[in-house]
């Protein structure tokens, strides 16, 4: 499924290269007949506007949407593990699975990127890849109605995905979840991540002040990082 890798390149950080070769991928989308027509019109759409701007401000928008903050991140685990534990064994499981396959990383590939799972699964049979995708539906559409709700062009990108799953999972059952979210990107919310993560050690060394625990309170559920429940939006996605 080769439409995987070019929307796995799409979702990397952009680079000269992407610019160079819009052309090859333009005409590369046009010709996957697995991508309905009105998702392969919006990708085409999507390249032509991202290559239309100056590298620099591209690069600098990317930066701001998926690496500001947790909600949007493209490392797959964050949305069901955050921290825990449980996310490092998943980690260990999947970079298992690359290497059966032949796929060795790089040492500052985390093996839960998304553009990196999607190179994956875009050599894969469309069997083996579509099951791949129906695996991280639910954090499909959690990314797809957040990026919607901030009016992101990679909205597309997400969900030509879900599309392509089969998994009958709809970002449309998360928008709910979405709208009640507090922002974690905001200038507010991130001073208050560095906040808390002072006032926890300072905490530890018996030294944290009342002014630094006020603060901390006020803003935690501003930087509370919001989590997907799968088993929960599967079943409200397939009415079970």
């Known amino acids: 499924m080769m439409a995987l890798r070019v929307i796995g390149h799409l979702l990397d950080y952009p680079n000269q290269a992407l610019f160079d070769h819009r052309a090859e ?8 007949d697995e991508l309905e027509s009105s998702h392969r019109t919006r990708l085409v759409e999507f390249i032509r506007a991202f290559c239309a701007r100056p590298l620099l401000d591209v690069q600098a928008d990317y930066c701001e949407l998926f690496d500001r903050g947790r909600a949007t991140s ?3 685990f964050e949305h069901v593990h955050g921290e825990s534990r449980d996310r490092g064994q998943a980690m260990v499981d999947l970079l298992e699975q690359y290497r059966a396959e032949g796929l060795e990383l790089d040492s500052k590939e985390l093996p839960d990127y998304l553009p990196l799972y999607l190179e994956y699964l875009g050599n894969r049979t ?31 990108l997400l969900d030509a995905l879900l599309s392509l799953s089969h998994s009958g999972v709809e970002k449309e059952a998360l928008q709910p979840q979405v709208a009640k979210e507090a922002r974690d990107d905001t200038p507010a919310a991130l001073d208050a991540v560095w906040e808390e993560e002072q006032v926890k050690f300072l905490g530890e060394q018996g030294c944290a002040s009342a002014q630094q625990a006020q603060h901390q309170r006020r803003f935690a559920g501003a930087v509370k990082p919001q989590y997907l429940d799968v088993a929960q939006a599967t079943a409200r996605s397939t009415g079970h």
């Open 126 to 156: 469309i069997e083996q890849a579509r099951g791949g995708l129906q695996d991280i539906a639910p954090i499909l559409a959690l990314l797809a109605a957040r990026l919607q709700q901030r009016e992101s062009p990679y909205a597309v």
């Open 74 to 76: 493209l490392l797959l």
């Open 25 to 32: 991928l333009v005409e590369a989308l046009e010709g996957f």
